[in-house]
């Protein structure tokens, strides 16, 4: 019975539209169905007939822009978001992904008030709140990055990077240990990361655990043998610690990896 049901459901819906309205939902769900296969040259045709037919339907626009977002036009999609935005002012949606494309796109100012407004119409969106607070960080606005990500993190513990950026906030206004415990808990989700091994064992080492430090910098080498940084870093925890030949090996090799400073320490520890 449910099989003759739906058709006549879906039969009535579209009787009961007005042609134009018709016309563009049908140009809509064969945008959707190219969209999803992968289709995206169907997908742009059918979404322009769509907003061609019905120019007040916002989804057709929403579409666009999603099209636009994956074939890399970031200014395209941003134009066609701030149709929808304009249509359905309430869709905090579609202001969070027009302000990820205004960032990309470098107009953070504009990002960061679209993730305002998102928040304010949607206050549960933890990935504009995620992004919120990553924009914080690289503004050097590190207490508001925490309340942002600890607020994230306490509500979606699988949301590995935001413990990275949660860890370099705290670990930039000089709570080491709770950015050690941060960086722990990113590396229990993400181990491949070479980085954070790298901020750990500076946070370990200003939390005065110089071993836990070397183990942190050991681990950032075993994820990328050529990081310059780590070698610095280890070295220069070596030579505190008076290990004067391992400090000399690994500072050695990062003045070999392009590391300008490195003669620096060179001079100071290995002479």
């Not at 009961?16 to 809509?28: L, Q």
């Not at 059918?46 to 822009?65: H, P, Q, V």
Request: glycine share 6%; aromatic share 12%.
């Amino acid at each position: 019975m449910r099989i003759i049901i739906l058709p006549l459901l879906v039969s009535l819906y579209f009787c009961s539209c007005n042609p134009e309205k018709r016309d563009a939902d049908i140009h809509y769900s064969k945008g959707l169905e190219s969209h999803f296969v992968g289709d995206l040259v169907n997908a742009r045709k059918e979404y322009l007939l769509t907003i061609r037919s019905d120019s007040n339907l916002w989804k057709g626009y929403y579409g666009m822009a999603s099209v636009c977002e994956l074939e890399g036009d970031f200014k395209t999609s941003v134009f066609y978001f701030s149709k929808v935005i304009k249509l359905h002012p309430g869709n905090g949606l579609a202001f969070y992904y027009r302000s990820i494309l205004e960032e990309l796109t470098g107009e953070d100012g504009k990002a960061a008030a679209d993730l305002d407004q998102a928040l304010s119409l949607k206050p549960d969106l933890l990935l504009a709140l995620y992004s919120r607070g990553r924009m914080e960080y690289n503004k050097g606005k590190w207490k508001k990055a925490i309340a942002d990500l600890g607020e994230v993190t306490a509500k979606r513990q699988d949301l590995s990077r935001a413990y990275y950026i949660l860890g370099l906030s705290k670990y930039k206004i000089g709570d080491n240990a709770g950015a050690i415990k941060d960086f722990e808990t990113y590396i229990s989700l993400d181990a491949n990361d070479a980085n954070v091994y790298l901020y750990m064992g500076l946070a370990c080492q200003a939390n005065n655990a110089p071993q836990q430090a070397l183990v942190s910098f050991d681990n950032a080498i075993k994820v990328d043998s050529t990081f310059a940084m780590a070698y610095l870093y280890r070295g220069i925890c070596n030579a505190k610690l008076n290990k004067t030949d391992d400090a000399c090996k690994d500072l050695h090799i990062a003045e070999r990896l392009g590391v300008l400073n490195a003669a620096t320490y060179i001079e100071k520890y290995c002479h």
